[in-house]
């Protein structure tokens, strides 16, 4: 028996199911099969398109369309599913396999209890259909009852899609389905608001040293980073990166024979496979068995200045950390709100390379997403108000980016004028219109994204009732020590700074632990901070930039090595770029560098030791550094500065020696 549990799903019994199963296996052809280049193996599937036809054939559908509504209950119903789980059941090229070939694959009746609810139960049971199918009419699987709700599949609320094996790990350890908050302890030593980096780090440093702590999240453990920043947009930047020196290899003599093609879906998978990997760090899991810390999943409000409330329940601290971070600006052009757009928070969930790709804003996620997107096999076009990207770093480093994204193919519009944004019943495609000198353009697209920058999150958490202050623009107002207005709330991250990255919410973290709760003096202004946008060339930076040394009128020399003079980069065919040092004038004080290359991110951690450390430039090039290695231009920075260090009287002097010596 089936029942039609609403208009959607049909959930079919242990018995129907095994029926329909046993059917469908004698007829499909089940054979391991590889897709995708690199090529992945996928063990024992079958094809869309075949089984629909063969279907028809064995007169087990009249049509295509009723072969693909049968496959889609089946699907529904968990019998089997698409590879990557990225796809329903369609008449394409696509594989499948069944449930019962998978080492966890299980049969929706065979769902956890209840008593621990995993989101993998939900795998399978899940609805990703729509329209009734009438003539199939199920019952509802002897499952238990509270699974067997779609409401409880609240995949919109938690904005992780789609519901595959990865993202279920992900959500289990993330955002357990459920999780029951522990009772409130009488007082916290710190009470943190936001489990993204910098409240993680504040509470498990607090914890470590024997504190009292109970950490609040809304949503996802691990923030941005984690879930929809750096996390996953590395490991897509990864794969363009494959895909780009693939195309590439002709350079190498390495010939590749016919079309290199990617596949989206696998890239995708790869994503959240990995993310999933990671993401036991960050868990509900270790944060309170392993470091003890009290979890509340649920929104925080204060209601005081010592006093917050979290589902209902009132935590009393003495000191207390906003770390709640920020989300996607969204500009106001006129239409924008009406259209699908994606932002940062939802482009990790596509499953679909989106042919025509526009981005709205040439910062670093802007840019890094372009160009990835780009070598992934969309065509590109990044818009941005002014002629200026990535406008925070000096022209020359912007320059080069330009001039390689350019060469992957991606199109740039500068000084745009956005008239407005047109999208069909707020549907895609979207289409972006600018003012061209009283000329309307449109430039259609099928998914756009908006990377214009980061607002930061101070609305609706009783801020007021703490006494702290905020802005709307630049966030918590805090002083050098991380203090909020409030002397007992401190904040960090990128709700507290203009510095958003992670590596900054983390020491900012570590500042206000000791700051907190050991009476530290310590200050953010202190903080040397280095950061690297990921495009390729990457661009790092550490200190001050030249314009800044003009500002403040500080007397300084820049050594530059261009990577197409070191021998490592040459023989690697990857000169463009350079290594850029600013020294103090007349003192060996590394003041400021800024590195583009392809491994400018890991290079820049020398200059930051040396900086931190208090080792001049001079000191650097009698460091032996292995040959060859791109990192030898730092050190070829070094002897220009020795070099020049040689004042005409000390060249007299070596002479004179030399000749004596002859
Ligand atoms: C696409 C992208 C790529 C990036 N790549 C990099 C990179 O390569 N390197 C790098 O260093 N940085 C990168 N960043 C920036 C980095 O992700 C952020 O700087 C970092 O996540 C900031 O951490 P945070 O703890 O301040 O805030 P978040 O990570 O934003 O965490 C804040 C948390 O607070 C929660 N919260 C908000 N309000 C409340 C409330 N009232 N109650 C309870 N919880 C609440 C939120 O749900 C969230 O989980 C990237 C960002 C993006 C968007």
Redo the contacts with the bound molecule.
């Keep these: 028996m089936a029942q039609n549990n609403s208009d959607d799903q049909i959930y079919l019994n242990g018995t129907d199911l095994e029926e329909l199963r046993r059917a469908l296996r004698a007829i499909v052809d089940l054979r391991d099969r590889k897709y995708g280049f690199p090529s992945k193996r996928y063990e024992s599937c079958f094809i869309g398109s075949e089984a629909v036809a063969t279907m028809i054939e064995r007169g087990l559908a009249a049509d295509e369309d009723d072969a693909v509504r049968l496959g889609n209950v089946m699907l529904q119903n968990g019998i089997f599913h698409h590879v990557q789980r990225a796809h329903l059941f369609k008449n394409e090229y696509l594989f499948y396999r069944f449930a019962s070939d998978e080492d966890h694959g299980r049969l929706p009746d065979e769902v956890a209890d209840g008593s621990l609810v995993k989101w993998s139960d939900f795998l399978g049971i899940l609805s990703m259909t729509a329209g009734s199918y009438g003539s199939l009419q199920p019952s509802i699987p002897d499952r238990d009852p509270e699974l067997a709700t779609l409401d409880q599949i609240d995949l919109e609320a938690v904005g992780v899609s789609p519901l595959d094996e990865h993202n279920a790990k992900l959500l289990d350890n993330v955002h357990p389905k459920k999780w029951i908050d522990p009772e409130p302890k009488p007082t916290y030593n710190l009470v943190v608001?936001?489990?993204?980096?910098?409240?993680?780090v504040s509470a498990a440093g607090a914890a470590g040293v024997g504190a009292r702590v109970a950490i609040?999240?809304?949503?996802?453990?691990?923030?941005?980073?984690l879930n929809?920043?750096?996390v996953p947009?590395?490991a897509l930047l990864r794969c363009a990166k494959a895909a780009a020196d693939v195309r590439d290899a002709g350079r190498f003599g390495v010939r590749i024979e016919g079309d290199v093609t990617v596949d989206f879906g696998y890239v995708m998978e790869r994503m959240r496979r990995l993310r999933a990997h990671i993401s036991p760090a960050d868990s509900a899991k270790r944060y309170s068995d392993q470091l003890g810390v009290d979890l509340f999943i649920?929104?925080?409000?204060f209601t005081g200045k010592h006093t917050i409330e979290?589902n209902g329940k009132t935590l009393t601290f003495a000191k207390a950390v906003i770390?709640?971070?920020?989300t996607?600006a969204i500009p106001n052009i006129p239409g924008l709100a009406e259209a699908p757009y994606l932002t940062?928070s939802t482009i990790f969930n596509l499953t679909e390379l989106p042919e025509r790709f526009g981005v709205i804003g040439a910062g670093?996620?802007g840019l890094?997403?372009a160009q990835a997107f780009q070598r992934l096999g969309s065509k590109v076009t990044v818009f941005s108000r002014t002629d200026k990207i990535l406008p925070k770093e000096d022209p020359e480093s912007a320059g080069i980016v330009k001039e390689s994204m350019e060469k992957d193919g991606v199109v740039f519009c500068s000084s745009a004028k956005y008239k407005r944004i047109e999208a069909r019943d707020g549907k895609g495609p979207v289409c972006v219109v600018l003012d061209d000198n009283g000329t309307e353009r449109s430039h259609k697209f099928d998914a756009l994204l908006i990377a214009t920058g980061?607002k930061p999150?101070v609305f609706?958490?009783g801020l007021e009732s703490a006494e702290v202050e905020y802005d709307a623009g630049i966030g918590v107002v805090v002083n050098d020590r991380l203090q909020t207005t409030n002397p007992d709330i401190y904040a960090?991250?990128?709700?507290a700074s203009k510095y958003?990255?992670?590596?900054?919410?983390d020491f900012m973290a570590r500042l206000v632990i000791k700051n907190a709760l050991f009476f530290g003096r310590d200050k953010v202004s202190d903080l040397l901070i280095p950061?690297?946008t990921?495009t390729d060339p990457e661009v790092a930076h550490v200190g001050l930039y030249e314009k800044d040394l003009k500002e403040r009128n500080i007397d300084f020399t820049t050594y530059k090595r261009d990577f197409a003079d070191v021998d490592r980069s040459i023989v690697d065919g990857a000169t463009v770029g350079y290594v850029k040092i600013h020294v103090a004038k007349g003192k060996d004080r590394i003041l400021g560098a800024t590195i583009v290359g392809r491994h400018a991110g890991d290079l820049i951690s020398e200059i930051s030791v040396a900086i931190q450390g208090g080792i001049g430039l001079g000191r650097l090039a009698g460091v032996i550094h292995p040959y060859p290695t791109t990192a030898e231009a730092i050190r070829q920075c070094g002897d220009m500065y020795n070099r020049e260090r040689l004042t005409p009287p000390v060249k007299g002097i070596f002479h004179s020696l030399m000749a004596l010596r002859r």
């Design positions: 608001v936001g489990a993204g980096a910098g409240g993680l609040i999240e809304s949503h996802l453990l691990g923030g941005d980073c929809v920043g750096c947009s590395k649920g929104k925080g409000v979290v770390a709640t971070g920020g996607a940062n670093p996620i890094e997403l980061r999150s609706g958490m960090v991250g990128d709700v958003q990255f992670t590596h900054m919410a950061w690297t990921y």
